[in-house]
């Protein structure tokens, strides 16, 4: 089963310079803070020993240098920015990520069999893909915090599993 299974981690960007913005063009601006870049350092040393294929990204600066640094400590791997994968700034969106998030996820799965990827976004966008898969609160402890994420796995599109992951907590 293990080569039919693909593992997808979801990461939350690490911490930033300052705090949400519900103004979408003042809260993609945000960077990351050298403790958000050393938590990043952690996670990707945690996922190197994975050996993901392929990185994709919200495209904002926060969750792209988070990607960056992960892909520092994983060495030649690919970045791809994804819309799928942005902030939520209306009720709408937020709905949408709902349902959109598990497809997204199952056309990543199907897409990379038998490979362990990464996908770099947001708390609630990760929240809501996460209980979109039908993971329990007991499973997926809410909040996902800066440089957390999950290990979700999924056999071609199925969902089967989800742990929390954590790290960078030391940092």
């Known amino acids: 089963?293990?080569?039919?299974?693909?593992?997808?981690?979801?990461?939350?960007?690490g911490q930033t310079d300052r705090a949400y913005s519900t103004d979408p063009n003042l809260d993609g601006e945000r960077i990351l803070t050298e403790q958000g870049r050393a938590q990043l350092n952690k996670v990707g040393e945690y996922l190197k020993s994975f050996a993901p294929s392929k990185i994709y990204s919200s495209p904002v600066k926060r969750t792209i240098e988070s990607a960056e640094v992960i892909k520092e400590q994983i060495g030649d791997i690919t970045i791809e920015t994804t819309q799928r994968l942005f902030?939520?700034?209306?009720?709408?969106?937020?709905?949408?990520?709902?349902?959109?998030?598990?497809?997204?996820?199952?056309?990543l799965a199907q897409k990379h069999t038998g490979e362990h990827i990464i996908c770099v976004s947001h708390q609630d966008v990760i929240e809501q893909f996460v209980r979109g898969l039908g993971a329990t609160n007991e499973e997926a402890q809410f909040p996902c915090k800066t440089a957390q994420g999950y290990r979700v796995v999924l056999a071609q599109d199925i969902f089967?599993?989800?742990t929390k992951i954590s790290p960078a907590d030391a940092v």
């Open 1 to 13: 089963m293990e080569k039919l299974s693909t593992v997808i981690f979801l990461i939350r960007h």
């Open 87 to 107: 902030e939520v700034y209306s009720n709408e969106r937020f709905n949408e990520s709902f349902t959109d998030g598990p497809k997204f996820l199952q056309e």
């Open 160 to 162: 089967v599993e989800i």
